[in-house]
């Protein structure tokens, strides 16, 4: 296990040097370099000098690079041009917010997703199984913005059961610890923060959790369609094996492998799509601060988002990797 964790680690080395260089040569691309698409065409030439100057991009591309490795290695990921604090500080700020609706919208995804491909699968060409499939291309090609402004409409806003927006009512006097607003409430006892910040997840995570929950269905019908058509499931049934024993150890577990790595990739899809999500319902995560970066112009903000999300993806197939083992014993002898 630890061999297969250092070689996961190994990998990932090369992976966030070549990420590092695209980044490098990406943030000088603009026509007329960083300096004049920060400041707009119509900057002065002494302008753009003294914004090459701040940011050493007069400086030789090689000195620029290492420089700018050197930062990333010591945990410097520059300044926001927007905000003026450091990105990595912002970060800090704001990433709770987006694990904690990243984490209601997985659960809601894989709660419904699995069972419902799995029953799906059980009851082959039957309503159910039907009704799956069609939910699912509808949750896949209906964007997520239009989800997320129906789902405003008819419960916050005609209905007014839910919050709208935001991640808290203003009005309850909170206190934050973590900045996981609903873990906060229950360390500190204030039930009733922590209940008004969970409403405030409801909508934005069924949003966000729409296309990863209809492609969790399509990969837990396909994979427990396959499975349970397979030699040795027929050869526990001819033994006599009781139906729950057969469909418990032989069927869903070992359908479970691409459900989990299924799941595991839409993690990562989750914290870094919720662009959209987040905006729609004025969420104060890591979201909507990216997109006020790119209608900024933010560099050091987006060098960082895409930096952040690599690694987080390392991480994620790391642990897919390992629970591929825990799942299926084959897996540890290989």
Do not use: C
């Not at 290492?66 to 003026?84: E, K």
């Not at 450091?86 to 970060?91: A, D, K, M, N, Y």
């Not at 729409?210 to 033994?239: F, G, M």
């Amino acid at each position: 296990m630890l061999r297969v964790i250092g070689k996961r680690i190994a990998l990932l080395i090369p992976t966030l040097i070549g990420l590092s260089i695209l980044l490098f040569l990406w943030v000088r691309s603009p026509p007329g370099g960083p300096a004049t698409a920060l400041l707009g065409e119509k900057a002065t030439p002494e302008a753009i000098a003294r914004v090459n100057e701040l940011y050493g991009f007069d400086r030789p591309l090689l000195t620029q690079y290492l420089t700018y490795v050197g930062r990333l290695l010591q945990g410097d990921f520059g300044v926001s041009i927007n905000t003026g604090r450091p990105v990595l500080e912002e970060f800090a700020t704001r990433f709770p917010a987006t694990l904690e609706l990243t984490v209601v919208a997985l659960v809601f995804a894989i709660g419904v997703g699995v069972p419902l491909g799995y029953f799906a699968a059980r009851y082959y060409g039957r309503f159910l199984d039907h009704s799956s499939v069609v939910l699912s291309l509808v949750g896949i090609t209906v964007p997520v913005f239009f989800l997320a402004f129906i789902l405003k409409y008819i419960f916050a806003i005609q209905w007014g059961i839910l919050p709208p927006d935001g991640r808290q009512n203003p009005r309850i006097d909170a206190t934050h610890v973590t900045e996981f607003y609903v873990l906060d409430g229950m360390l500190t006892g204030e039930y009733d923060a922590a209940w008004d910040a969970f409403l405030h997840l409801i909508l934005p995570g069924l949003a966000l959790g729409t296309i990863p929950l209809a492609i969790i269905v399509r990969i837990t019908r396909a994979s427990v369609l396959e499975v349970q058509n397979a030699d040795y499931v027929r050869t526990a049934r001819a033994k006599g094996l009781m139906e729950r024993t057969i469909r418990g150890s032989f069927i869903l577990r070992n359908a479970m492998l691409p459900v989990v790595t299924t799941i595991g990739l839409q993690l990562g899809l989750l914290i870094s799509g919720a662009v959209l999500t987040e905006t729609v319902f004025a969420f104060n995560g890591i979201g909507r601060f990216l997109r006020d970066a790119i209608f900024g112009l933010d560099y050091p903000v987006l060098q960082g988002f895409i930096i952040f999300i690599a690694i987080l993806y390392a991480l994620i197939n790391l642990i897919v990797d390992l629970s591929y083992s825990v799942i299926d014993p084959r897996v540890r002898v290989q």
